[in-house]
Structure formats: structure tokens, C-alpha cells
T-cell receptor
Framework: SQKIEQNSEALNIQEGKTATLTCNYTNYSPAYLQWYRQDPGRGPVFLLLIRENEKEKRKERLKVTFDTTLKQSLFHITASQPADSATYLCALDIDYGQNFVFGPGTRLSVLP | IAGITQAPTSQILAAGRRMTLRCTQDMRHNAMYWYRQDLGLGLRLIHYSNTAGTTGKGEVPDGYSVSRANTDDFPLTLASAVPSQTSVYFC?????????????FGPGTRLTVL
């Protein structure tokens, strides 16, 4: 069966450390993978996209990797801050913009 | 209007009633989407539209219908609401150009069906 999972429902880390979130999927062949941030009571906000032929993408303190053999993406936030506390969602494009599958999300808490 | 808006913000509805959730975007995006978000299940795609005049079914389309008469608007209709349709509904849009489909989400509509 097709499935997309994120490593844990919640993750607590200390301010200044690197947060690493995991997205695993089975039986999909996505053209690309996206990461979103969602704050309570709000819609998701796009952060990064990585294509199937890319290994790594960076944007400021964010880094995403994509391993299509392992069917896994890792999302890193370096030098984390309390303002990074939010739920982070991964999403697969499984039909070139016509169908997206989202993971359940990981709620990150960065403790001061 | 800036970006993507949804109305109403929240609604309590009796089972069996008809309800239309509204979504409007001003970014001239070709593609629009409706999702529902339930605790523990994440976002699930209900319907999508690649361009005005066309629509398609997502993962959970039963009990919902959509229309796309123009580029800006993408209403979602529940013909006869049931309690299992209690959820937070998000509308999203993307340019639909090539494969770079960053989605922009609205603020959501919280719907409770009693």
C-alpha cells in the first residue's frame, strides 16, 4: 500500500541545536518533494522543494536532502530558534501538479 | 485581496444541510486545490483544478463537488453534510507552470457538522 510517514509526531530540541525531521514514503514515485511549515490555526506555508534528480537543497538555515533509493527526505534546521517552533509537513507531488500527498506532520518545539 | 482567501472562517452546520465553502485567489494561478485536515491524518486532497473549466478528483472526493467557472474562484460544495465531514478545509493554489508547483494556502475554514 502507499504510505507517507514523518519520523515522529513531536520533536523537542534545545535552542541553537540542529533539528532533523524525516519523511519516508513507500510505493510512490514522486517527481519532487516539498516541505511546508504550519503554525496553529493557519494554512501551511511553503519552505523548500527538491526534485527527484537533486540530492540536496539549501535556503538560509534550512537544508533538505532527497534519497529516492531510500525513499526518504531529511529536513534540517540549523541554529534553531524558538521562532522555528511549528508543525512541519512534507508533501509528494505524485502526478505532476495534479495530486499531492502530505505527511501527517512533525510538531517541532525549540526550547530556549 | 492579497493571495488566497476563504469564507467563512468557521461554520456550524446541521447534518443534511447544503454548504458551499468559498475560495478566491488573486495571483492568476492556473491550479487550485481543496484539502481537508484532520488530526493524525494530515492534509488530504479532495478535488483539484488544473485550469478554469476543468476539475479532478483527489484522494477523498466522496460527498464533495467543485466547479471552476473562472481562474479566481474555486468553491467546494457539500450537498448533504454528514458529521464525518467535520474538519478544517484548506484551499490552495499554484501557478501550475512546469513542475515547480509551490502551493499557496488560504487561512482555512473550520466546519463542524452536527
Amino acid at each position: 500500500s502507499q504510505k507517507i510517514e514523518q519520523n515522529s509526531e513531536a520533536l523537542n530540541i534545545q535552542e541553537g541545536k540542529t533539528a532533523t525531521l524525516t519523511c519516508n514514503y513507500t510505493n510512490y514515485s514522486p517527481a519532487y518533494l516539498q516541505w511546508y511549515r504550519q503554525d496553529p490555526g493557519r494554512g501551511p506555508v511553503f519552505l523548500l522543494l527538491i526534485r527527484e534528480n537533486e540530492k540536496e537543497k539549501r535556503k538560509e538555515r534550512l537544508k533538505v536532502t532527497f534519497d529516492t533509493t531510500l525513499k526518504q527526505s531529511l529536513f534540517h534546521i540549523t541554529a534553531s530558534q524558538p521562532a522555528d517552533s511549528a508543525t512541519y509537513l512534507c508533501a509528494l507531488d505524485i502526478d505532476y501538479g495534479q495530486n499531492f500527498v502530505f505527511g501527517p506532520g512533525t510538531r517541532l518545539s525549540v526550547l530556549p | 485581496i492579497a493571495g488566497i482567501t476563504q469564507a467563512p472562517t468557521s461554520q456550524i452546520l446541521a447534518a443534511g444541510r447544503r454548504m458551499t465553502l468559498r475560495c478566491t485567489q488573486d495571483m492568476r494561478h492556473n491550479a487550485m486545490y481543496w484539502y481537508r485536515q484532520d488530526l493524525g491524518l494530515g492534509l488530504r486532497l479532495i478535488h483539484y483544478s488544473n485550469t478554469a473549466g476543468t476539475t479532478g478528483k483527489g484522494e477523498v472526493p466522496d460527498g464533495y463537488s467543485v466547479s471552476r467557472a473562472n481562474t479566481d474562484d474555486f468553491p467546494l460544495t457539500l450537498a448533504s453534510a454528514v458529521p464525518s465531514q467535520t474538519s478544517v478545509y484548506f484551499c490552495a493554489s499554484s501557478s501550475g507552470q512546469g513542475t515547480y508547483n509551490e502551493q499557496f494556502f488560504g487561512p482555512g475554514t473550520r466546519l463542524t457538522v452536527l
